[in-house]
């Protein structure tokens, strides 16, 4: 689960329960997630200084929100992704700024082969799925990176959006047919 | 049709040092700084040049807050009754009536419970004059000569991390009035000062007003526990500092209690 052994999750959330009197005890915790954050934050805004700000304010709203995590079972790095989903809709959102999408070769190949979409050219292939891409709102289209650029497994999804993991596998499955029905249409036209 | 998303073909490469020098853990724990990595990144090539001198300075206000530091624990009480009133004049008037306010509400539903019961009041005071930043004087001089920029003297005053209200409150349930003390009746308060570490750790409580042993030491007691501070800042930097709270300690009688 997230590259994280059973002793990193626990003690993470011994380290939340410590957080919640000294902000402070918060550190661990930082020093041990930021990478990843950032490196997820890094790949939507495609640039490293403002990736560096919404992290740190990924972090601060984190340590705003210690008082009420709550250990349901969901590791604490879950809980960090999806603050850091929302505050980045809330980046794009709020500011002018281009959203990016790192599209590479395994993103699309892994979405070719999970569309069964066959035999066309390359380019015109990567054409009608950046298209479909660009239809997705933001948030549908978190989901497919996480999925199939970022890897992370329906049952890692669903926590991280605080749904169940069948629900998040039904989620990202109707969103690859709609994106296949893109596809095809504009191979067509 | 223009695409809402700009895509590309591969991941910004970034180094693990160049990660590493975007995080900045201490930035967070200041409301101050709305925590912006552009921003600290520029704050860095302005402090080069200040680095130096703002070092220095702090470590001699270290310095003095450690020999204050020692030096109250060594005075006798005489001394000590001087700094209650600049302490308690600090307190923003408005701030004091508040939590006063507060108080005598708590004070109604501990009395609807039909108990007597002893009443704890605390009004929360930050004691400037017991500040270690507040002798600037040593630092501004160096500074003001090599760069004149105002913004280097900068100055946040510590403050609880939870807020005035949240402490006064903490103050007011978890303060116990010693039982030992109930057949004196005596009331009053203790003042205990207090040193906030870098950290926001509350260190090294002293009572400054002393109102008999077991007074002092609940006082003691529930200062050493209290909720963590956010530290004093010079231009950013975490400072150690002083601060006194006063917690006062009454009985609430029977007789005293309205609307039974």
Known sequence: ???????????????????????SAFRPIYERHYKRIYLFVLNKVYDKDLAAEVSAQVFYKALEK??????????????????????????????????????????????KEEMEVEGSLEEEWMDALKEALSQLPEEKLQLIEMRFYEGKSF????????????????????????MKGSVLKSKKS | MKSRYIFKKKPLTVSDAEIQSY???????????????????????????GLVAALTSVAVYWLMDKWNHTDTQEIPSEK????????????????????????TNEEKGVIDKGQPKEK??????????????????????PETTALPQPRETQLIQAQPLV????LTRYFDTQVQYPLSALKDSIEGQVIVQFTIEKDGRVTHPVVLQSLGEAFDQEALRVVSAMPQWQPARLNDRPLVSKASVPITFSIIRNSKGRDL
């Not at chain 2, 605390?122 to 001089?141: C, G, H, I, M, Y």
Request: overall charge negative; some cysteine.
């Open chain 1, 1 to 23: 689960m997230y590259h994280q052994t059973k002793e990193d999750i626990s003690s993470d959330l011994q380290a939340m329960e410590k957080a919640k009197q000294h902000p």
């Open chain 1, 66 to 111: 210690v008082g009420s995590f709550r250990d349901t079972g969901v590791p604490v790095t879950a809980w960090l992704y999806r603050i850091a989903l929302n505050e980045c809709t809330d980046f794009f959102r709020k500011t002018s700024k281009n959203r990016y999408v790192v599209l590479d070769d395994l993103f699309a190949n892994f979405l």
């Open chain 1, 155 to 178: 049952r890692e999804i669903g926590e991280i959006l605080d749904i169940s993991e069948s629900n998040a596998k039904v989620r990202t499955y109707r969103l690859l047919e709609w």
């Open chain 2, 23 to 49: 995080m900045d853990f201490d930035a967070l724990l200041s409301p101050k700084v709305p925590v912006s990595g552009a921003k600290v990144s520029a704050w860095k090539l302005y402090v080069v040049s």
């Open chain 2, 80 to 103: 000590v009754q001087a700094p209650q009133h600049p302490m308690m004049n600090s307190i923003p008037e408005e701030e004091r009536k508040s939590s006063l306010i507060q108080d």
């Open chain 2, 120 to 141: 704890v009041e605390t009004t929360l005071a930050q004691n400037k004059s017991n500040l270690v930043k507040e002798t600037p004087p040593a630092k501004a001089e």
């Open chain 2, 163 to 166: 807020g005035i209200d949240s």
